[in-house]
């Protein structure tokens, strides 16, 4: 006999209505800074917005942070992340957890930027994270993303 799984459905003020289950919930238990009260978060990837995961707090529906993968965009990124961690979160081997760094846009995106020197490491088994920030770390937390180039067979107007 399977068991049913429980979901819950909200509508969320950027993205419309949403039905998950508890599964897909992401705890932060010391939560994030600057939103040090909100726990419960969702990764949402939209279609409208490749290479991007939204954080999509539960605790407050009128937050959304973009986030992405810094190695998709900047592949030799390679942090040194700090012990504590990995004792925080109970990661014990590199395919228990992954790496989501905040992204920052300015209006009309006329520029983005992301947090390299503060990545958010969530235990993929655990689904607990944490924004933990690098020690002795050139990385900035506005470290610009190239703009991709328009194709050949674009014309400025």
């Not at 009260?37 to 995961?53: C, I, M």
């Not at 605790?59 to 959304?64: I, P, R």
């Not at 998709?72 to 228990?96: G, T």
């Not at 235990?123 to 994270?129: H, M, P």
């Amino acid at each position: 006999m399977m068991e049913s799984i429980e979901t819950t459905t909200v509508d969320l003020p950027r993205f419309g209505e949403l039905t998950y289950a508890e599964t897909d919930v992401i705890e932060f238990p010391w939560g994030i800074p600057g939103f040090p009260a909100l726990r419960r978060w969702l990764l949402l990837t939209l279609d409208v917005h490749p290479g991007f995961v939204w954080l999509q707090s539960l605790d407050d529906l009128k937050v959304a942070i973009p986030t992405s993968d810094p190695y998709f965009i900047f592949e030799k990124y390679d942090p040194k992340l700090p012990p504590y961690a990995f004792v925080a979160l109970d990661i014990r081997n590199a395919e228990d957890f992954t790496l989501l760094c905040v992204v920052v846009v300015t209006a009309n995106a006329e520029e983005m930027t992301m947090n390299l020197m503060a990545p958010i490491v969530v235990n993929l088994k655990s689904r607990k994270a944490r924004q933990v920030m690098l020690e002795n770390s050139a990385y900035s937390v506005r470290e610009p993303i190239p703009r991709k180039s328009a194709s050949a067979g674009e014309s400025a107007s």
